[in-house]
């Protein structure tokens, strides 16, 4: 039997914005979920946000800015397209339209920070 002494490569990707980590000195680990994290979201989001960001995109898929343009849809017309869906849907399920709103708000760009800071100018 002979040892190989080629390292096996796989690519580490961050579980929040997908950027591929490639110096190790730039990756953190979640403690609980031992999801992969780059320095960039570590400095951009909270340590909850860290938590639970890597789960809302394991359930619903995407990243986050994902869907961010150079024209950023604003958090209100997001609102309004969701409220629309719920209209022809004809069910409101409170949780179900909470969730939907921070993931589009993710893919498009919106830390949670933004989105809660938006929510509250509405109440
Ligand atoms: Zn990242």
Known sequence: M???????????RCSICNVIITDLEDLYQCPDTWK?????CIQ???P????LLPQIFNAFGGYFGK???INPIPLNEL???TIKKIEKNGRFDLAQIQL???HKALLLGYTPAEFQKYLRKLL
Do not use: N
């Not at 040892?3 to 690519?11: G, L, P, W, Y």
């Not at 992969?36 to 960039?40: E, F, H, L």
């Not at 909850?48 to 938590?51: A, F, G, L, P, Y």
């Open 100 to 102: 939907t709103l921070i």
């Open 48 to 51: 909850d946000d860290i938590e």
């Open 67 to 69: 869907e961010k343009s």
């Open 2 to 12: 002979i040892k190989t002494q080629s390292k096996a490569t796989k690519i580490i």
């Open 79 to 81: 609102l309004q397209e």
């Open 44 to 46: 951009k989001f909270s």
């Open 36 to 40: 992969t994290i780059c320095s960039q």
